[in-house]
């Protein structure tokens, strides 16, 4: 990991270029991997802030930060996540999503967004 995360470093700093998504994606997975929320959600975030518009993540990839931060206990970023996987994802994949959202805020007793990603499911 530390080697990967010095060729991210100096990816980063050209995130035009095909190798800083690479990079991105290589490291991702290894902190999803070794279970490093933290990591993975600061390494996503700052892909969406200089990468994602010239060069767009996979949808899977947005799903997997998904599942990481609902393990994590993160609804903020899992909702950040859904948005960006409805962007682009397979609908099949967004609908489960939403329902996994949904299913969150209920256990966590909070039905006016559980509602709000129940209705959106069914308007896919």
Do not use: C, I
């Amino acid at each position: 990991p530390v080697a990967l995360e010095h060729l991210y470093q100096l990816a980063k700093l050209r995130p035009d270029l095909p190798d800083f998504r690479e990079r991105t994606v290589d490291l991702l997975h290894t902190y999803l991997r070794l279970q490093q929320l933290e990591h993975l959600v600061k390494t996503w975030q700052e892909y969406l802030d200089l990468g994602e518009s010239l060069q767009p993540l996979d949808p899977e990839d947005h799903n997997r930060v998904l599942f990481a931060a609902l393990r994590g206990d993160d609804l903020k970023v899992a909702e950040k996540a859904f948005a960006k996987l409805r962007e682009r994802g397979p609908l099949d994949q967004v609908r489960e999503a939403g329902q996994l959202l949904a299913d969150e805020f209920t256990k966590r007793r909070m039905a006016p967004k559980a509602d709000e990603y129940r209705l959106l499911v069914r308007s896919l």
